[in-house]
Nanobody
Framework: QVQLVESGGGLVQPGDSLRLSCAASGRNFGNYPMAWFRQAPGEDREFVAKVSGIGRYTYYSDSVKGRFTISRDNAKNTVYLQMNSLKPEDTAVYYC?????????????????WGQGTQVTVSS
């Protein structure tokens, strides 16, 4: 029903920036709240950021607030994660997810559809 494909990851140095993109296929993209999660080696998947269906509300984890910005362009069926001032602890596979309802929040179970992830590595 919904297919998500992440892109934009890579290897960068601390302090650098990256912009991740998540392209969605399917109709009514604007009906889905969208989120980014990440998972570092040996750790649980962690919530990063969420944006509501038309982009009027955003929510961030404390670890990225002030550095990352989530946004969406529903005309392009795409959600973005602009990551600035990257730190080594941001190193992870980043996953895009589409939620089921307006109330989808910061837990994995709130989301029905997942991309396969894009690797972000921050290292000096």
């Amino acid at each position: 029903q919904v297919q998500l494909v992440e892109s934009g990851g890579g290897l960068v140095q601390p302090g650098d920036s990256l912009r991740l993109s998540c392209a969605a296929s399917g109709r009514n993209f604007g009906n889905y709240p969208m989120a980014w999660f990440r998972q570092a080696p040996g750790e649980d998947r962690e919530f990063v950021a969420k944006v509501s269906g038309i982009g009027r509300y955003t929510y961030y984890s404390d670890s990225v607030k002030g550095r990352f910005t989530i946004s969406r362009d529903n005309a392009k069926n795409t959600v973005y994660l602009q990551m600035n001032s990257l730190k080594p602890e941001d190193t992870a596979v980043y996953y895009c997810a589409a939620g089921a309802t307006y109330y989808s929040g910061a837990t994995q179970s709130d989301y029905n559809y997942w991309g396969q992830g894009t690797q972000v590595t921050v290292s000096s």
